[in-house]
């Protein structure tokens, strides 16, 4: 069982915008930086944002992060059959010194 | 730009150890500014961290893992690596290593992974 708290699935049709929610405490997202990761099928997780709400180059800003206290989430517009994919946040857990990461949530372009 | 490509067995008997290297090209590993680790990914599960590493020497483990784990890091060949001792078929995973910016929680860049299969 994860430490952050991810939904297993979501699912949006084609140009419509969806959100993913992550939701920790205070030893890690309430007082540590969130990052989200995409994980298209068959391929390594890559970087989709930092420090909770930055976007690496390259990242279009279709793709979005915010936090509020200990919960912090992820917002696609326009979304697009090709966002279908697996969605991780992580973060840093203080009181193990340890990552952790969400369980991971499906998002499907219907 | 910077890529990680890890290498090593594929296939590993049950109570044996596991070993896999994480060669870093396009940059330096002995940068003040990174951690480097290892995170794996069972077949349909999510994302398990390993371990992480700094040039200096200092390493995190999980605490789930870390009597089983050493990572270790080689400056001279820009690579670092991963020991995991007496595996089970619980340790079959997709193993990928990754650049760990200090105090900033993220990984980035990637590598493809390694499909590591325990079986006798």
């Known amino acids: 069982q994860s430490v952050l708290t991810q939904p297993p699935s979501v699912s949006a049709a084609p140009g419509q915008k969806v959100t993913i929610s992550c939701s920790g405490s205070?030893?890690?997202?309430?007082?540590?930086?969130v990052s989200w990761y995409q994980q298209l099928p068959g391929t390594a997780p890559k970087l989709l944002i930092y420090?909770?709400?930055k976007r690496p180059a390259g990242i279009p800003d279709r793709f979005s992060g915010s936090k509020s206290g200990t919960s912090a989430t992820l917002g696609i517009t326009g979304l697009q059959t090709g966002d279908e994919a697996d969605y991780y946040c992580?973060?840093?857990?203080?009181?193990?010194?340890?990552?952790?990461f969400g369980g991971g949530t499906k998002l499907t372009v219907l | 730009q910077l890529q990680l490509q890890e290498s090593g067995p594929g296939l590993v008997k049950p109570s044996e150890t596991l070993s896999l290297t994480c060669t870093v090209s396009g940059g330096s590993i002995s940068s003040s500014d990174y951690y480097w680790g290892w995170i794996c990914q069972a077949p349909g599960k999510g994302l398990e961290w390993i371990a992480s590493i700094h040039y200096s020497g200092r390493t995190y483990y999980n605490p789930s893992l870390k009597s089983r784990v050493t990572i270790s890091i080689d400056t001279s060949k820009n690579q670092f690596s991963l020991t995991l001792s007496s595996v089970t078929a619980a340790d079959t995973a997709v193993y990928y290593c990754?650049?760990?910016?200090?105090?900033?929680?993220?990984?980035?860049?990637w590598g493809q992974g390694t499909l590591v299969t325990v079986s006798s």
């Open positions: 205070d030893s890690n997202t309430g007082n540590n930086y």
């Open positions: 420090e909770d709400d």
């Open positions: 992580g973060t840093w857990e203080s009181s193990l010194s340890a990552e952790v």
């Open positions: 990754g650049r760990r910016a200090s105090g900033r929680n993220w990984f980035d860049p």
